[in-house]
């Protein structure tokens, strides 16, 4: 291999680096601390989904699915959107099973965008998005939501309006925050994509996961969105299966038509046996479940959110999701990178910089925590945060 081409990267990944999230991971390894900071999500799964797709293994249902996703599946999720979203789609023609979520977006990105288009995101976004989007060839366009609570104000929609821009990106319950968008949000939104003709694309993968009241609603129900709304989403965090790799894509035929054929390109089709495995746990399980994991996370989120206040942080306290900001000023640091590596030093608990989460100095005094963690190691990592970092 010659010089000129020896680690030679590609014009469209020549700004990645790795991740702060999985940076922040192997720190925290290296000195055997606890990790708050990625999403792991190391709980138990569903016994009856476990033991579907160790059926669907033992069975050998090994092939290649369609790679739309296999039927039972299709229709299982189509149900569950009906039911749960209040959203009537044909598993057949409007329902992609992908890769994850993350592969449903890439998918999403390469099948509806061309280079040069802008898609809003809304500040504090997930790095994972914005780097997608980059490589894909669009642009984003980041609009700030308003601290303490993360409100939406529609002007900021239209002052970041160009030429170029093509859609809204809508992360809720979101990721970083936990922040929940409201109907008025919501409203706000839907106007605004049908005024100036936008698609929307939404990531609904924390969707069970809302708490103190507030509602989750997918933005494909409001009047006039259903035939421009690219509905995301998956089972990576409802079920703790962070990897299997199973998620959809639900869109109008016109829509999803070209993000199946991407996902059939990139990808061939979703792990075949998981697909059943999945199918068969999403018909059995009831909304016991699902009150159960949200429960259980609201209960970590109030523990550790306590226990920032008694170690002299104050927590933004979410809406919904799994994960905590918290407002790290007072440690005294220069910026949020070197808070989060002295609360790893002091404390042994990892964290992610909250710089990883916005463009320029918008999260230089936080950082994120992710409370997805069995309850005795949380506990844990709560009294360490309580018994102060100084």
Not at 44 to 57: G, I, Q, R, T
Not at 334 to 360: H, I
Request: proline share 5%; aromatic share 8%.
């Amino acid at each position: 291999m010659s010089e000129t081409t020896k680690g030679q990267r590609s014009r469209r990944v020549a700004f990645l680096e790795q991740s702060q999230i999985r940076g922040m991971t192997a720190k925290c390894r290296e000195v055997g601390g606890i990790n708050l900071g990625q999403g792991i999500c190391p709980l138990p799964s569903p016994p009856e989904l476990l033991k579907a797709a160790s059926k669907a293994v033992s069975d050998d249902k090994s092939i290649y699915s369609k790679y739309s996703g296999v039927s039972e599946l299709r229709e299982a999720v189509a149900a569950k959107l009906k039911r749960y979203n209040g959203l009537q789609i044909d598993a057949d023609r409007e329902l992609v099973t992908t890769v994850g979520s993350a592969g449903a977006f890439c998918c999403t990105l390469q099948g509806l965008f061309n280079p040069g288009d802008e898609i809003i995101v809304f500040e504090p976004y997930y790095g994972y998005h914005i780097n997608a989007i980059k490589v894909s060839g669009c642009r984003a366009k980041t609009v700030r939501l308003r601290r303490p609570d993360w409100r939406l104000e529609p002007g900021d929609l239209e002052a970041a309006l160009s030429e170029n821009t093509r859609a809204v990106l809508v992360n809720t319950p979101g990721n970083p925050s936990g922040k929940v968008f409201g109907e008025d949000e919501l409203e706000a939104i839907a106007a605004f994509c049908q005024r100036h003709d936008l698609l929307a694309v939404t990531d609904e993968i924390y969707e069970y996961m809302v708490f103190d009241g507030h509602r989750h609603r997918s933005l494909a129900t409001f009047e006039g969105m259903r035939e421009r709304t690219v509905t995301i989403s998956g089972f990576s965090k409802t079920f703790a299966i962070t990897g299997w790799r199973l998620g959809y894509a639900a869109a109008p035929p016109e829509l999803a038509e070209p993000i199946g054929l991407v996902n059939d390109l990139f990808y061939i089709c979703a792990p075949t046996p998981l697909q059943y495995g999945l199918a068969e746990a999403l018909e059995v399980l009831d909304d016991g479940y699902y009150d159960q994991i949200c429960e259980r996370y609201r209960q970590n989120r109030d523990l550790f959110c306590e226990a920032l206040r008694e170690g002299g942080l104050e927590p933004m306290v979410p809406q919904g999701s799994y994960y905590v900001l918290a407002d790290v000023s007072a440690l005294g640091c220069e910026d949020s990178k070197q808070a989060a590596m002295k609360l790893l030093g002091t404390t042994g608990v990892a964290s992610v910089p909250g710089s990883a989460f916005f463009d320029g100095d918008g999260g230089r005094d936080l950082v994120r925590f992710c409370v997805a963690q069995p309850r005795d190691v949380l506990e844990e990592a709560a009294q360490r945060m309580a018994d102060g970092i100084n």
